[in-house]
């Protein structure tokens, strides 16, 4: 039974990996398909870096990936306190059932959604619009990656803090805050990579003049083959694995500390 489930899982990880790294192994192709290797070359990627339109597109992936994730991180760890502290169980699960709503529904139709929005509001689509529709559909992930962290945190621990004299402000940055961190590094980092990653919701909310990965990769596979594309993919890679690895130091490092002290208050 080990044996099968260690070759389904194999079999599982060559299904997901092996057509990136045929991308990847292609962006190093002499030649200009996808057809047969032609011989290592680094042309690609150096066709990528003279490529003033793609660098300026990762840039604005970036940047709508970073301000979205740190923003939806911020608004969702609030809404998880305000979910967590709600007393009344029906009123809780209700703003549970809506924070959900964005997570179950399909990418087209949330990306539908916000164009008649912005539309009807007469918002121009760019940046802005872009940027809003992220933050707009990160929030729940946020919510579901902390509400676990607060559900297992000790009322004993509120209750002892408080005796000793701590401000509701004190609570929240020296004992609410630290403990909930893991949870909030998670969903930053969810939230980050499902921005990257989007595509659907990304297509109908850009503008003329603004666009971003997703929506350009798509748009010149339509014109035909592009190994540069190719070399994209493998950088993307590249940046998807050190946001996994740094993720993972945080988390080691945090269950480092957190052995530190209970050893220290054993």
Do not use: C
Not at 34 to 44: A, K, L, P, V
Not at 201 to 226: D, P
Request: positive net charge; glycine residues 6%.
């Amino acid at each position: 039974m080990k044996k099968l489930s260690r070759l389904y899982l194999i079999l599982v990880f060559i299904i997901l990996y092996l057509p990136i790294l045929y991308l990847i192994m292609y962006s190093f192709s002499q030649g200009t398909t996808m057809t047969h290797y032609h011989g290592f070359t680094w042309q690609h990627y150096r066709d990528l870096l003279a490529d003033p339109r793609m660098l300026a597109i990762v840039a604005n992936t970036l940047l709508v990936a970073l301000l979205s994730s740190l923003i939806a991180t911020l608004v969702g760890t609030l809404g998880a306190l305000s979910i967590h502290r709600t007393s009344k169980r029906v009123t809780r699960d209700v703003l549970l059932n809506l924070n959900n709503i964005l997570m179950v529904s399909p990418d087209v139709i949330i990306g539908a959604s916000f164009l008649i929005f912005f539309t009807t509001l007469k918002i121009p689509l760019g940046f802005g619009s872009v940027l809003l529709s992220h933050i707009a559909f990160e929030i729940p992930i946020v919510v579901l990656m902390v509400l676990p962290r607060l559900k297992e945190m000790s009322p004993s621990m509120l209750a002892a803090a408080q005796d000793l004299g701590v401000t509701t402000r004190e609570l929240l940055s020296r004992v609410i805050v630290p403990f909930i961190s893991p949870g909030i590094f998670a969903g930053f980092f969810m939230a980050l990579t499902y921005s990257l990653d989007d595509f659907a919701v990304t297509f109908f909310v850009t503008g003329n003049g603004f666009s971003t990965l997703s929506v350009e990769i798509y748009s010149r596979a339509r014109q035909g083959i592009n190994l540069e594309i190719n070399a994209l993919s493998g950088v993307m890679f590249l940046f998807s694995l050190l946001l996994v690895g740094g993720y993972y130091w945080l988390q080691q490092s945090n269950q480092r500390r957190k052995r530190k002290r209970q050893g220290a208050a054993s």
